[in-house]
């Protein structure tokens, strides 16, 4: 009896991962947005499409406003947008990568792996390391949409911005949703 209850609870863990829950919010979905940009205003669109492989990465997504200070934006996941409108100016944007494992406690060897892989992953999300994301001059009544993208997913993911047409980025936005706010 004992065993069972122990695969009825690996099932629903299993299940609970291959839901993506933890890098997959459920913010409102994406839109056009119905206000005018003002014409002394940049609006920038950031997004993540639904790539599959490296579901496991998010990016804290900040602006340098200064050296000493950068301002947190978003958490881009995957099939996730953050937007915002901005003064014109040189817009240096920077990502820090966070980790949300999935976890499939199938056996305890596995149950013992995933408690180390959330480990890895506080000790990850928890040391803020910005690097740069993407540097450009942001133009009065402009807008800019930036598709996030990464090399090297499987060992150590380096992100990079991509600018979009407006036609690519409405077809890759239907799916998305409002990225997660960073904790203040």
């Given at each position: 009896m004992e065993h069972l209850k122990f695969l009825l609870i690996g099932f629903l863990m299993v299940l609970l991962a291959a839901s993506g829950c933890a890098s997959n919010p459920k913010g409102a979905s994406?839109?056009?947005?119905?206000?005018?940009?003002?014409?002394?205003?940049?609006?920038?669109?950031?997004?993540?499409d639904s790539d599959a492989?490296?579901?496991?990465?998010?990016?804290?997504?900040?602006q340098n406003v200064?050296?000493?200070?950068?301002?947190?934006?978003?958490?881009?996941?995957?099939?996730?947008?953050?937007?915002?409108?901005?003064?014109?100016?040189?817009?240096?944007?920077?990502?820090?990568?966070?980790?949300s494992p999935i976890y499939a406690p199938v056996s305890p060897l596995a149950a013992v792996a995933g408690v180390i892989s959330?480990?890895?992953?506080?000790?990850?999300?928890?040391?803020?390391?910005?690097?740069?994301?993407?540097?450009f001059?942001?133009?009065?009544?402009?807008?800019?949409?930036?598709?996030?993208?990464?090399?090297?997913?499987m060992l150590d993911p380096s992100p990079y911005l991509v600018q979009v047409t407006v036609k690519q980025a409405m077809n890759d936005l239907k799916k998305s949703k409002m990225a997660l706010l960073p904790k203040t």
């Open positions: 994406f839109e056009l947005a119905r206000d005018t940009l003002s014409p002394d205003k940049a609006r920038i669109t950031i997004y993540r492989y490296a579901a496991s990465f998010s990016w804290l997504v900040a200064s050296q000493q200070s950068p301002k947190p934006l978003a958490v881009i996941s995957r099939n996730t947008y953050y937007r915002f409108d901005t003064a014109p100016t040189r817009i240096e944007l920077l990502a820090d990568l966070q980790k959330a480990a890895e992953a506080k000790t990850t999300n928890d040391k803020i390391d910005y690097v740069a994301l993407h540097d001059e942001a133009k009065p009544g402009q807008e800019y949409y930036f598709k996030l993208e990464f090399k090297d997913a």
